[in-house]
């Protein structure tokens, strides 16, 4: 049997227990600490293991391969982050602004395990409501509540596909150009003696396509969100008698 | 209705375009994060989308995913930034939809999107020089930055203001034609 929070009862419930799940790291509580442990250990085991219960908790609610789609971009990008402040504080020391080596190690750790546990959070807080039943529990509505209820819904909708969105093209890209997105497979580049700036140029290339890959992926289907969104909460002529009369 | 109320009117393609555009400024801020220890913050590309948000969508709409998009990406991570950031991306947002205006003028889009882009390096220059040494006094969560840390981080700041206001640019004459409230009725 599954555990799912989606099922959670009333709505405001699940919503409240999902804040509190993930108030305390979002909310600047990063002193979270294993009293037993000297400091720095207690700093990153306390980081694992809240990283693990939020991966947990996805498993239970979405599936194995679902949460591996969750994870795969965030462990992407945090592997991403720490590599290129890494490089970033060897080619610029001054970005340091004098912080000792000690201090920014723990930053990026913190930095690392933040977004590998506060990415899938994200992604299953949106995935934890349905738009639908938003939708038609909308329908019942009147007034100003239903138009604002409309619109939510659709908010939520559209939120949740550009969680998909997100997921799911860094593996799209990798599998349908590898070239474009691995260097090592630009053979050519090595004859050159200006590998380097291949690279600077690959960088730019395949941020801006990324970006311009995801913003119509995620606008694509807006016109069929809006559609199906305006048909799940469409007012019924039996229930608009029943306003007038009431 | 005259054509001007009609662009005016807040439909559910806007609420879905600013919606996808909030996840998508998140996104972006997420996607390439150079961590800057002086500060603790980070440079990133998330601007490309509030720049492009302010000058297809208008001063509200820019508004609305400047503020809220790259806070939820400062959630993760980077908490003591997000007064800082919903202030200043918020009016970077607005201030391109306001200067940007209605028209599809090439030369005004490039002047809003160049003050978008300066609204970064001076808004979080006044919250890390000022702003944040004073709450901090009261507030240890904010003792972050100081002015030597405010003028390492101007030079990352104004490279992310070139970047996002270039690629907000090339990006809204990418899509400024498409509007998907057409094809909804």
Same mark, same amino acid.
């Given at each position: 049997?599954?555990?799912?929070?989606?099922?959670?009862?009333?709505?405001?419930?699940?919503?409240?227990?999902?804040?509190?799940?993930?108030?305390?790291?979002?909310?600047?509580?990063?002193?979270?600490?294993?009293?037993?442990?000297?400091?720095?250990?207690?700093?990153?085991?306390?980081?694992?293991?809240?990283?693990?219960?939020?991966?947990?908790?996805?498993?239970?609610?979405?599936?194995?391969?679902?949460?591996?789609?969750?994870?795969?971009?965030?462990?992407?990008?945090?592997?991403?982050?720490?590599?290129?402040?890494?490089?970033?504080?060897?080619?610029?020391?001054?970005?340091?602004?004098?912080?000792?080596?000690?201090?920014?190690?723990?930053?990026?750790?913190?930095?690392?395990?933040?977004?590998?546990?506060?990415?899938?959070?994200?992604?299953?807080?949106?995935?934890?409501?349905?738009?639908?039943?938003?939708?038609?529990?909308?329908?019942?509505?009147?007034?100003?509540?239903?138009?604002?209820?409309?619109?939510?819904?659709?908010?939520?909708?559209?939120?949740?596909?550009?969680?998909?969105?997100?997921?799911?093209?860094?593996?799209?890209?990798?599998?349908?150009?590898?070239?474009?997105?691995?260097?090592?497979?630009?053979?050519?580049?090595?004859?050159?003696?200006?590998?380097?700036?291949?690279?600077?140029?690959?960088?730019?290339?395949?941020?801006?396509?990324?970006?311009?890959?995801?913003?119509?992926?995620?606008?694509?289907?807006?016109?069929?969100?809006?559609?199906?969104?305006?048909?799940?909460?469409?007012?019924?002529?039996?229930?608009?008698?029943?306003?007038?009369?009431? | 209705?005259?054509?001007?109320?009609?662009?005016?009117?807040?439909?559910?393609?806007?609420?879905?375009?600013?919606?996808?555009?909030?996840?998508?400024?998140?996104?972006?801020?997420?996607?390439?994060?150079?961590?800057?220890?002086?500060?603790?913050?980070?440079?990133?590309?998330?601007?490309?989308?509030?720049?492009?948000?302010?000058?297809?969508?208008?001063?509200?709409?820019?508004?609305?995913?400047?503020?809220?998009?790259?806070?939820?990406?400062?959630?993760?991570?980077? *908490?003591?930034?997000?007064?800082?950031?919903?202030?200043?991306?918020?009016?970077?947002?607005?201030?391109?939809?306001?200067?940007?205006?209605?028209?599809?003028?090439?030369?005004?889009?490039?002047?809003?999107?160049?003050?978008?882009?300066?609204?970064?390096?001076?808004?979080?220059?006044?919250?890390?020089?000022?702003?944040?040494?004073?709450?901090?006094?009261?507030? *240890?969560?904010?003792?972050?930055?100081?002015?030597?840390?405010?003028?390492?981080?101007?030079?990352?700041?104004?490279?992310?203001?070139?970047?996002?206001?270039?690629?907000?640019?090339?990006?809204?004459?990418?899509?400024?034609?498409?509007?998907?409230?057409?094809?909804?009725?």
């Amino acid at each position: 049997m599954r555990f799912s929070l989606a099922q959670l009862r009333p709505a405001w419930l699940r919503l409240a227990l999902l804040v509190a799940i993930g108030l305390a790291p979002m909310s600047g509580w990063s002193n979270f600490r294993i009293a037993w442990l000297p400091d720095p250990l207690s700093f990153v085991v306390a980081w694992a293991a809240y990283s693990v219960f939020i991966w947990l908790l996805t498993l239970l609610n979405v599936g194995f391969d679902r949460m591996l789609a969750f994870l795969s971009a965030p462990f992407v990008l945090a592997l991403t982050t720490c590599l290129l402040g890494a490089s970033m504080r060897k080619l610029f020391p001054f970005l340091a602004g004098g912080a000792t080596q000690e201090e920014m190690s723990l930053r990026m750790v913190t930095l690392f395990f933040s977004m590998i546990s506060l990415i899938p959070y994200a992604l299953l807080v949106v995935n934890s409501f349905s738009a639908a039943g938003l939708a038609r529990r909308v329908s019942q509505l009147g007034g100003a509540r239903r138009r604002l209820g409309v619109h939510g819904a659709l908010a939520l909708r559209v939120l949740q596909h550009v969680g998909e969105v997100f997921s799911e093209l860094l593996i799209a890209w990798r599998e349908e150009n590898p070239a474009r997105l691995l260097p090592r497979h630009r053979s050519d580049w090595h004859r050159s003696r200006c590998t380097s700036l291949y690279y600077l140029d690959w960088f730019r290339s395949a941020v801006a396509d990324w970006t311009l890959a995801c913003l119509v992926h995620s606008l694509e289907p807006l016109p069929l969100f809006a559609h199906e969104i305006g048909r799940l909460t469409a007012r019924s002529p039996a229930q608009d008698e029943r306003s007038t009369e009431s | 209705m005259s054509a001007r109320d009609k662009r005016k009117r807040w439909t559910l393609a806007t609420t879905g375009l600013v919606a996808a555009l909030i996840g998508l400024a998140a996104l972006g801020t997420l996607l390439i994060r150079i961590p800057i220890p002086a500060t603790t913050g980070y440079f990133n590309i998330g601007d490309v989308f509030v720049i492009l948000a302010g000058l297809w969508l208008g001063p509200l709409g820019g508004f609305v995913v400047g503020a809220v998009g790259p806070t939820i990406a400062d959630a993760i991570g980077f *908490p003591q930034f997000i007064p800082a950031t919903f202030v200043t991306k918020g009016c970077e947002g607005l201030l391109v939809g306001l200067i940007a205006g209605q028209g599809a003028a090439l030369r005004r889009k490039a002047v809003a999107a160049a003050v978008g882009g300066a609204t970064i390096v001076v808004g979080y220059f006044i919250f890390e020089a000022y702003i944040y040494p004073a709450l901090a006094v009261r507030f *240890p969560v904010f003792a972050v930055t100081d002015m030597g840390a405010a003028l390492v981080e101007l030079l990352p700041n104004t490279v992310q203001g070139i970047i996002g206001a270039a690629g907000g640019l090339a990006l809204w004459k990418t899509v400024s034609g498409y509007d998907p409230g057409a094809s909804t009725k």
